[in-house]
């Protein structure tokens, strides 16, 4: 679990309330009940201006928190994943000092890393401090305006425990989860806490009469621009993936797991690892589909690999006597998951168990999994005919197709929905004033809001995924529609990669063939049942954003199999429920550390 934070503040600061407001974060984000854990704690500071990194003393991260060179400092939370772009030599034990040469030199020309990156620079003797992350902003970075200065971690409640000031739950933040499940444009979990924008860098200086800087250095726009393409290079996008995977996996000194299902999006990742020979390797399916499952097996058994195969059973927690799927009380896990990501989490993840030591833990394998590969993928419009349809509405087409897409839960509040449409105008917005226009402004919906947004990976360092290539995001953004529909990337590069895999088919998942009912994996069919009749009960939790009538219906329905083919979208929507109602019970642990 591993923190970066930042600060400028209005007057100049002391030592000792630097160690004061450090302390605040560290005791609530690393006191756990039942770890003794040895932190590091590195970093610079000078005057008003500082940054630190926050990690347990025992990391298998091989990039040191902070280097030093002649006076000027890399602070590091997450080093580029690209970062042999950025080095002569392409070794590690060089990669900090090249890096921090490089910026000095280029401070906001020819910075286009790729995720996971985020990292601070300290020029000019400590009197200049400079933030950066990965080029379409996916690592986490937020801000906070507080009364006594300006704050920016990859955790938004860090945010006000080093400004000292009480957090409140942001409506807009939570209205947005709970429309379309997940935080859109730049809001966040906390009001007053804000997501930096993709292509931006922090500026600030250590004299009191120098203001914060937001700088756009480019590095966005010069991806999703357009240019004249008139087909994909599978070539180009095959070897950038190759090589961003190559430069990451010198960053660490663990074995990897890479996810396989039967889709597209892993399929790339288990095929990029293959053909750049990652030796110490693992690959797993979750097995939530028989059907899926053998398309796996039929994949790994074509390229030898089938020793290397792990099946994750989803069922292997029933309790025999009851014949139930059994869990952690919802309330503990979720004091687990916003203590790892205040809140600003996929809220898929809450069906799943969590331990103290899942967080707290040295890495011990690095995760691939397929994370935004909905960005060559005919995403909201999929088909000929909605394409052609929508089209015809021009500048209106995004929006009106998202209202449709993401707006469908009549149990959630009027008011919430209006909130979350005004977050995604906002985003569309951005989006026409880079000169992106009619149907494309899906794809770009696609990459900076739901691709950034909604993956959990964006809070993980040690999770990877073959999609943070430059080069694809570059050509996927220029794709054409029959590309786009066609699946031409997929088939394109996997075939490139792992010639062996042409032609297999991919898994479909089947709306009459409903298995995670049948397994009883769903909520109100496992021990999380009781702990949401109980959130029911207590409609003060949630009722700001759901419908009570309306939500507790749904719950009957869904207890007696009657929701049809609607039934993955009301446990999605369950998840948010459960969310929003633990959510100020974590702001009240995360406030008494305000003094």
């Not at 009197?127 to 080029?135: G, V």
């Not at 957090?167 to 429309?179: F, N, P, Q, R, V």
Request: charged share 25%.
């Amino acid at each position: 679990m591993r923190t970066f934070l930042a600060f400028k503040y209005h007057e100049e600061i002391t030592d000792s309330e630097i160690d004061a407001a450090l302390s605040r974060v560290k005791n609530h984000y690393y006191n756990p009940e039942n770890l003794n854990l040895e932190l590091n704690t590195r970093g610079v500071s000078n005057k008003t201006i500082g940054a630190y990194v926050i990690d347990l003393k025992e990391t298998s991260l091989k990039w040191p928190s902070i280097y030093e060179e002649k006076g000027d400092y890399l602070i590091t939370y997450s080093p580029p994943s690209n970062w042999k772009e950025y080095s002569k030599t392409r070794v590690i034990e060089n990669g900090p000092k090249e890096l921090l040469s490089h910026i000095l030199g280029n401070k906001y020309e020819d910075n286009i890393f790729s995720a996971p990156t985020c990292f601070a620079v300290f020029s000019n003797d400590k009197s200049e401090m400079n933030i950066y992350t990965d080029s379409i902003g996916f690592t986490r970075l937020y801000e906070y305006h507080g009364e006594k200065g300006v704050f920016w971690s990859n955790r938004p409640g860090v945010l006000p425990l080093l400004a000292n000031e009480k957090a409140e739950m942001s409506k807009d933040g939570w209205s947005s989860l709970a429309a379309i499940g997940w935080f859109g444009s730049n809001s966040s979990p906390i009001e007053g806490v804000t997501r930096i924008d993709p292509g931006i860098a922090i500026q600030a200086h250590a004299k009191l009469d120098k203001p914060r800087n937001q700088i756009d250095y480019g590095a966005f726009n010069s991806l999703i621009s357009y240019r004249p393409q008139s087909s994909l290079n599978y070539k180009e996008i095959a070897e950038n993936m190759r090589n961003t995977l190559d430069s990451y996996q010198d960053l660490w000194d663990v074995p990897y797991t890479v996810d396989l299902s039967g889709g597209k999006d892993s399929r790339i990742c288990a095929a990029t690892a293959i053909s750049a020979g990652i030796e110490n390797i693992t690959f797993r399916t979750i097995a939530n589909y028989d059907d899926e499952l053998e398309v796996a097996k039929s994949l790994l058994n074509k390229v030898n690999q089938t020793d290397n195969h792990m099946i994750i059973n989803p069922l292997s927690q029933i309790d025999e006597k009851e014949k139930i799927l059994r869990k952690k009380p919802i309330k503990d896990r979720m004091k687990l998951y916003f203590l790892n990501t205040d809140g600003d989490c996929t809220p898929a993840v809450v069906q799943n168990n969590v331990t103290e030591k899942m967080i707290y833990s040295k890495t011990k394998k690095i995760k691939v999994a397929g994370v935004l590969g909905n960005i060559a993928k005919p995403f909201y419009l999929n088909s000929y005919k909605q394409v052609e349809k929508f089209s015809k509405l021009k500048n209106d087409a995004a929006f009106e197709k998202l209202k449709l897409s993401l707006f469908k839960y009549e149990a959630v509040s009027e008011n919430a929905n209006k909130r979350a449409i005004g977050l995604v105008k906002s985003q569309l917005q951005k989006g026409k004033g880079m000169g992106i226009n009619g149907t494309k402004l899906l794809d770009y919906f696609s990459l900076v809001d739901y691709g950034r947004r909604w993956p959990p990976q964006g809070n993980l360092i040690d999770s990877f995924s073959i999609f943070y290539s430059n080069e694809l995001i570059k050509q996927s953004m220029n794709m054409t529609t029959e590309e786009r529909m066609e699946y031409k990337f997929f088939t394109g590069v996997t075939k490139y990669l792992v010639p062996e895999w042409e032609n297999q088919e991919y898994f479909k998942l089947s709306i009459e063939k409903d298995e995670r009912s049948n397994k009883k994996m769903r909520l109100w069919q496992t021990s999380d049942k009781d702990d949401i009749e109980g959130i029911l009960k207590r409609p003060k939790l949630w009722n700001e954003y759901f419908d009570e009538n309306k939500l507790k219906q749904l719950w009957e329905n869904a207890k007696i199999d009657n929701l049809g083919i609607y039934t993955n979208a009301i446990e999605k929507l369950f998840y948010r429920v459960i969310m929003i109602a633990h959510f100020e019970e974590y702001l009240d642990d995360l406030n008494s550390g305000i003094s």
